[in-house]
Nanobody, 122 residues
């Protein structure tokens, strides 16, 4: 069984920074891509940023230059450093990972965290 647990959400004022963390635990064999998604109030979930196992990254246009995704493979952890936050960044943020378990090393599945709320407001 695999679990993803996010932490670091909260309330900040516009222009401030916040760092999210997501740790994967359980029967983990291999983790390929890790990503952050977000779901603003009343809207669909959207991709924010992706980091590959080899650390290549990709960002949504709306956050490029303000957010930085990174990972520490030895800790099975992905981070999202968010700077210059705007009210429109308010959302529930979810981490996501493409994982093969120790029991089924050739079968990859997508796992999701439970979400963490980020609110940007003055």
């Amino acid at each position: 069984q695999v679990q993803l647990v996010e932490s670091g959400g909260g309330w900040v004022q516009p222009g401030e920074s916040l760092k999210l963390s997501c740790a994967a635990s359980g029967s983990i064999g291999t983790i390929e891509n890790m990503a952050w998604y977000r779901q603003p109030p009343g809207k669909e979930r959207e991709l924010v940023a992706v980091v590959a196992k080899g650390s290549a990254t990709s960002y949504a246009d709306s956050v490029r230059g303000r957010f930085t995704i990174s990972r520490i493979n030895a800790k099975n952890t992905v981070y999202l450093q968010m700077s210059s936050l705007k009210p429109e960044d308010t959302a529930v943020y979810y981490c996501n990972a493409y994982i093969a378990t120790l029991e089924m090393r050739n079968v990859f599945s997508i796992y999701w965290g439970q979400g963490t709320q980020v609110t940007v407001s003055s």
